[in-house]
């Protein structure tokens, strides 16, 4: 559980800065 919190926040930070988030804004 704590691997999935991890990776989502990561993957979050990485979409916004390089791109606009579309498909991971639902989460």
């Known amino acids: ?3 999935d919190a991890r990776e989502v926040e990561r993957k979050k ?3 916004r800065k390089a791109r606009r ?7």
């Open 1 to 3: 559980v704590t691997r």
């Open 13 to 15: 930070v990485g979409l």
């Open 21 to 27: 988030a579309t498909q991971f804004s639902k989460r």
